[in-house]
């Protein structure tokens, strides 16, 4: 199993960016994607979360309306896009996905939303 997340980068504030995980090793069509990031200096939190089955998603209240987690599973692929971002939304993001009997991460891609 591995996670390869990618799209992070500098942006301003109010600015967008999407973010991607490719996944290899099995099908992510078939579990959960989680979403977390961590900034410096604070615990890790998780962000977004979308279900296997019928795309139901969970959003950290902070970042509700502002974000949209998706999944391609063609691609095996599962995507955060970030609308209005905000200088505290600056921290590496990772995705996770526990496949029994482990988690896995990815290694993060960094996110700093500054002017």
């Known amino acids: 199993v591995q996670l390869v997340e990618s799209g992070g980068g500098l942006v301003q504030p109010g600015g967008s960016l999407r973010l991607s995980c490719a996944a290899s090793?099995?099908?992510?069509?078939?579990?959960?994607l989680r979403w977390y990031r961590q900034a410096p200096g604070k615990a890790r939190e998780r962000v977004a979360t979308?279900?296997?089955?019928?795309?139901?998603?969970y959003y950290k209240d902070s970042v509700k309306g502002r974000f949209t987690i998706s999944r391609d599973n063609a691609k095996n692929t599962v995507y955060l896009q970030m609308n209005s971002l905000k200088p505290e939304d600056t921290a590496v993001y990772y995705c996770?996905?526990?496949?029994?009997?482990?988690?896995?991460w990815g290694k993060g891609t960094l996110v700093t939303v500054s002017s």
């Open positions: 090793g099995f099908s992510l069509s078939t579990y959960a």
């Open positions: 996770n996905v526990f496949v029994a009997p482990m988690d896995y």
């Open positions: 979308i279900a296997p089955v019928g795309d139901s998603t």
